[in-house]
C-alpha cells in the first residue's frame, strides 16, 4: 500500500544531543511537510519541500533544519533539542500545494523524549 | 488571517448514540477547502473528508456523515451509532489561499460500552 512512513515512532535523547528524524513515502508526491505537535495542542507546521524548494515557517526556530535527498525521503534534523522540544513530529505528503490534489497524507509520527 | 474554532473540547457518549463535532472557521479567501481528520491514540492523522467553499451539499460515508453551511460558515461532522473505535481526537482544519492548513484545537471524542 502506498504510504507514509515515520522512523523511529518513538526516539528519546538528551538536551543538546542532535537528533534526525525520518520521513519516507511511497505516494510519489511532490510535496513533503514537517509538523510538530505538542501534547493537546494542534499540529504546528515547522516547513515543507515542494520538490527541492524548501520553505521555512516565519517562526520556526533555527534549531530546527530539514533535508530532502529525493522525493522519497525527508528528515528532521534538530541541532541542539531542549526540553521544550518534546513533542510528537509528524510527516505528511501532498501530492500539489494548491488545488484538488493538496490533500495532505500523515505519517504515524514520532514522539520524541528529550531527558 | 484564517481561524478554525472547535468549541468542544471533549465530549463523552455511550456506544451506539449519535454525536456530533462542531466546526466553525472565518476566512476572507472565495476559494477554500474544508478539512476533517481523525487522530486516534496512535498518533497518526487520518484523513477523512476534503469539501471545497463551492460544494454545499452534505455527504455521507457509512456511519459518518458532514455538513456544510456557509451562511453560519460551519462545517459539522456527526458519527451516527458511535463504536468504541471511533474514540480519537477529531481536527477541523481550512486551507486558504496561503494553501496551508490551519486546524482548530480538535475535539477528544470518548465513546465507553
Known sequence: ?115 | AQKVTQAQTEISVVEKEDVTLDCVYETRDTTYYLFWYKQPPSGELVFLIRRNSFDEQNEISGRYSWNFQKSTSSFNFTITASQVVDSAVYFCALEGGGNKLTFGTGTQLKVEL
Not at chain 1, 494542534?42 to 534549531?63: I, S, V
Request: glycine letters at 6%; one cysteine or more.
Open chain 1, 1 to 115: 500500500d502506498a504510504m507514509v512512513i515515520q522512523n523511529p515512532r518513538y526516539q528519546v535523547t538528551q538536551f543538546g544531543k542532535p537528533v534526525t528524524l525520518s520521513c519516507s513515502q511511497t505516494l510519489n508526491h511532490n510535496v513533503m511537510y514537517w509538523y510538530q505537535q505538542k501534547s493537546s495542542q494542534a499540529p504546528k507546521l515547522l516547513f515543507h519541500y515542494y520538490d527541492k524548494d524548501f520553505n521555512n515557517e516565519a517562526d520556526t526556530p533555527d534549531n530546527f533544519q530539514s533535508r530532502r535527498p529525493n522525493t522519497s525521503f525527508c528528515f528532521l534534523d534538530i541541532r541542539s533539542p531542549g526540553l521544550g522540544d518534546a513533542a510528537m513530529y509528524l510527516c505528511a505528503t501532498s501530492r500539489d500545494l494548491a488545488g484538488p490534489t493538496d490533500t495532505q497524507y500523515f505519517g504515524p509520527g514520532t514522539r520524541l523524549t528529550v531527558l
